[in-house]
């Protein structure tokens, strides 16, 4: 069974800086799209950045363009999000997604909290 398990989310200033963490197990990340997403509260979830399954392409929401980096360590079984220059508006549930082939993400993560302070 898979399961995708983040961490590194918390309470941080304005201005300051996060690296969540995505831990694969029940699967091989290599063979995966990797994803994150947000959710603030009252909003929709939103897509926030994807790379690819060798890490050679990477996209990211215009939002978080040049602030926010995904990474991936297939050795490790783990995808990250650098997240530098966080504003009170980057306060949501961040999740992580994979998937294998198509658009639809077939895995999900619990989510991990972050909450950007004024």
């Known amino acids: 069974q898979v399961q995708l398990v983040e961490s590194g989310g918390g309470l941080v200033q304005a201005g300051g800086s996060l690296r969540l963490a995505c831990a694969a197990s029940g699967g091989t990340i290599s063979t995966w799209t990797m994803a994150w997403f947000r959710q603030a509260p009252g909003k929709e979830r939103e897509f926030v950045a994807r790379i690819t399954r060798s890490g050679g392409i990477t996209y990211a929401a215009d939002s978080v363009k040049g602030r926010f980096t995904i990474s991936r360590d297939n050795a490790k079984n783990t995808a990250y999000l650098r997240m530098n220059g966080l504003t009170p508006e980057d306060t949501a549930v961040y999740y992580c997604?994979?998937?294998?082939?198509?658009?639809?993400?077939?895995?999900w993560g619990q989510g991990t909290h972050v909450t950007v302070s004024s």
């Open positions: 997604a994979a998937r294998s082939v198509g658009v639809t993400y077939s895995y």
